[in-house]
């Protein structure tokens, strides 16, 4: 089953919401469940491989990538989250599937960021 969701908080953490505007569309993207988050342990959060990032657009001379992207062991920058009513349907969902999935970016008819995430249908059952 393909689910659909804008993504939110990008512009909380830069460069997030200009590596989202700059990157095209069917960019391999990857929701990650957050259950410790502190504000919703429903938390999904959209995440991006470092290297699909042309980093160079976002950073002054003599800077390195980890001085601008906050980057995890697994060499992933977060973009963003999925809306807390989405997150809500789909972190049960996502648990089930060993806690994260791959989407791809997209963006609505406004230009707002989306990602579109395939889901196993058993697992929403």
């Known amino acids: ?39 919703d342990h429903n938390a999904i959060k959209v995440m991006i491989d470092i290297d699909l990032v042309n980093t160079k657009d976002f950073i002054e001379p003599g800077q390195e990538p980890s001085d601008v992207f906050s980057i995890d062991e697994e060499g992933h920058y977060q973009l963003g989250y999925i809306p807390r009513d989405i997150a809500e349907i789909l972190a049960p969902v996502l648990d089930k599937m060993g806690g994260s999935c791959v989407g791809v970016l997209g963006f609505t008819m406004e230009g707002r960021p989306q990602v579109s995430m395939e889901v196993d249908e058993e697992a929403s059952a």
């Open 1 to 39: 089953m393909e689910i659909f969701s804008q993504i939110v908080g990008a512009r909380f953490r830069p460069p997030a919401a200009d590596v989202l505007n700059n990157l095209p569309m069917t960019t391999e993207l990857i929701c990650v469940r957050e259950p410790d988050n502190e504000h």
